[in-house]
């Protein structure tokens, strides 16, 4: 026998080797609810039609949060990190929908 044949039939014997069982990996926890941008903008989408500066949204997304989830009123460099992501991302969304919503319609 050649010595990969060797090995191969060595390495299939278990009882030879001590190796625990782990059984199935675990899943990543899946949710149906909508993420915070999805649903903070969908919020900002329906309070107006005008498209607020940066301090109103983010005192806006601020406030949003705290609601939202309140440990993160625990921890100011948390709350303020996460509100900036918000604020940003929020803005790029309103500024790309005013602008589907009042471009002139193109032909395919």
Same mark, same amino acid.
């Given at each position: 026998?050649?010595?990969?044949?060797?090995?191969?039939?060595?390495?299939?014997?278990?009882?030879?080797?001590?190796?625990?069982?782990?059984?199935? *990996?675990?899943?990543?926890?899946?949710?149906?609810?909508?993420?915070?941008? *999805?649903?903070?903008?969908?919020?900002?989408?329906?309070?107006?039609?005008?498209?607020?500066?940066?301090?109103?949204?983010?005192?806006?997304?601020?406030?949003?949060?705290?609601?939202?989830?309140?440990?993160?009123?625990?921890?100011?460099?948390?709350?303020?990190?996460?509100?900036?992501?918000?604020?940003?991302?929020?803005? *790029?969304?309103?500024?790309?929908?005013?602008?589907?919503?009042?471009?002139?319609?193109?032909?395919?």
């Amino acid at each position: 026998m050649t010595l990969a044949t060797q090995e191969a039939i060595s390495y299939s014997d278990r009882d030879q080797h001590t190796t625990v069982d782990q059984g199935p *990996a675990p899943q990543p926890v899946r949710s149906n609810a909508p993420s915070q941008y *999805a649903r903070f903008i969908d919020d900002e989408i329906r309070a107006g039609s005008i498209e607020p500066d940066m301090r109103i949204l983010k005192e806006r997304a601020r406030t949003w949060l705290r609601n939202d989830e309140p440990s993160l009123a625990l921890n100011d460099a948390w709350l303020e990190s996460k509100t900036c992501g918000l604020v940003s991302f929020t803005r *790029a969304f309103l500024r790309s929908y005013s602008g589907f919503k009042t471009g002139a319609a193109t032909p395919f």
